[in-house]
Structures are given as structure tokens and as C-alpha cells.
């Protein structure tokens, strides 16, 4: 199966600080994600990329599609105590079904020190 | 506007025994997936439903399997459960024709 690579495993940053983070694939997506993960919860949906290039904001953070379509990264700009949590890139493949299902990268444990 | 919902949030269960597991979508989702999240790993797809039936399968056994209801819901039903069935199970519900998916908050299934 695909397998994605996510890096830093994990980072301890303090407040204010900007983070980058990066995911790498062996195999090309049509969409990228990225989710947030607090612990005993779901994935929430930060960002969602949809074409090779594309450079897309959701206030303090912004994430790019890369140009090969194996790769994207997220940075988080001025981080606050909130941020803290796992992040998880996913890339989405679309089948001829019409079916597409996600796979995720290892994640990235972000921790803020206030 | 309810997002995904799943039930039980938390259940045990003794390894041999079979378990369901529910799901309903958010509101004008038509697709419901459904993925196995180990402690300390991200996510893995089991399978995805549309139209009431199953269009394609991870890496899982025939002991999982699904079942999609005519109001979009979804359940998850696990057999012979095995020690390392122990995770986070995750619904998540898109629409056919859209690509971005949203998680529910989980049921946490603990095999003993």
C-alpha cells in the first residue's frame, strides 16, 4: 500500500514560534489534506489541496500541493497553546469506481510551550 | 447542523465476540468510510459505502464488514474479535461528489 511519510515525528516549539512540517508519498494523489487530531478524538480537516502547485491559507496556517503531486507540507504561523495536538497529512486517491479513500501519514506531535 | 456521529463512543469487549459499531454522516453526505486507528498511527481504511452497498476495501479481513442504511447511516460489524482489533474506529462522510472528508468522533473498542 501507499506510504506516506510525515516528518518531523514530532516537535516542541514555544509560543509564537512558526512550525513546518512535511509529507512525503511514493505515490502521486489527486488531493492532499491535512487533520488535526486531539487525543480521543477525530481528525478535524485544516486544509484541503486539490491541484499540483496550489498554495491555499486557513488563517494562521497555510499549506502547498506539490508539484510532483508526492508531497505537501503545513505551516502554522505565531502558534498558540491550542495548536497542540497531532497533525496528519492524508492523500486522497480516486478509484474508477468512483470510490477514493484517504491514506495517512505517520503524523507530526506538536507540543507549544507557553 | 449535526456533523458525523458515531455510538458507542467507548466499548469493551472479550476477544471471540462480534461487535457493531454505528455511524450517521453529516447532514448531505451520501458516503460513509469507515478506518481502524491503532495507538500511535494514523488511520487506515476499511471501507467505503455508496448507494447502500460496498465500492471499495482496505487491507481488512472478511471478519469486518458493513452495512449502509437508505438514511446514508452507516454501521461497522467486527467478528471473532481478536486482541489486536483494540483501536479507535473512525467514520467519516463525504459526498459522492466531493473530496473532502469529515471525521466523527470515534469509538474506542478495547478487545480483552
Known amino acids: 500500500g501507499q506510504q506516506l511519510n510525515q516528518s518531523p515525528q514530532s516537535m516542541f516549539i514555544q509560543e509564537g514560534e512558526d512550525v513546518s512540517m512535511n509529507c512525503t508519498s511514493s505515490s502521486i494523489f489527486n488531493t492532499w489534506l491535512w487533520y488535526k487530531q486531539d487525543p480521543g478524538e477525530g481528525p478535524v480537516l485544516l486544509i484541503a489541496?486539490?491541484?499540483?502547485?496550489e498554495l491555499t491559507s486557513n488563517g494562521r496556517l497555510t499549506a502547498q500541493f506539490g508539484i510532483t503531486r508526492k508531497d505537501s507540507f503545513l505551516n502554522i504561523s505565531a502558534s498558540i497553546p491550542s495548536d497542540v495536538g497531532i497533525y496528519f497529512c492524508?492523500?486522497?486517491?480516486?478509484?474508477?469506481?468512483?470510490?477514493?479513500?484517504?491514506?495517512f501519514g505517520t503524523g507530526t506531535r506538536l507540543t507549544v510551550i507557553p | 447542523d449535526a456533523g458525523v456521529t458515531q455510538s458507542p463512543t467507548h466499548l469493551i469487549k472479550t476477544r471471540g465476540q462480534q461487535v457493531t459499531l454505528r455511524c450517521s454522516p453529516k447532514s448531505g453526505h451520501d458516503t460513509v468510510s469507515w478506518y481502524q486507528q491503532a495507538l500511535g498511527q494514523g488511520p487506515q481504511f476499511i471501507f467505503q459505502y455508496y448507494e447502500e452497498e460496498e465500492r471499495q476495501r482496505g487491507n481488512f479481513p472478511d471478519r469486518f464488514s458493513g452495512h449502509q442504511f437508505p438514511n446514508y447511516s452507516s454501521e461497522l460489524n467486527v467478528n471473532a474479535l481478536l486482541l489486536g482489533d483494540s483501536a479507535l474506529y473512525l467514520c467519516a462522510s463525504s459526498r459522492q461528489e466531493g473530496t473532502e472528508a469529515f471525521f466523527g468522533q470515534g469509538t474506542r473498542l478495547t478487545v480483552v
Open positions: 489541496l486539490y491541484k499540483a502547485g
Open positions: 492524508a492523500g486522497q486517491l480516486t478509484h474508477q469506481t468512483g470510490a477514493n479513500n484517504l491514506f
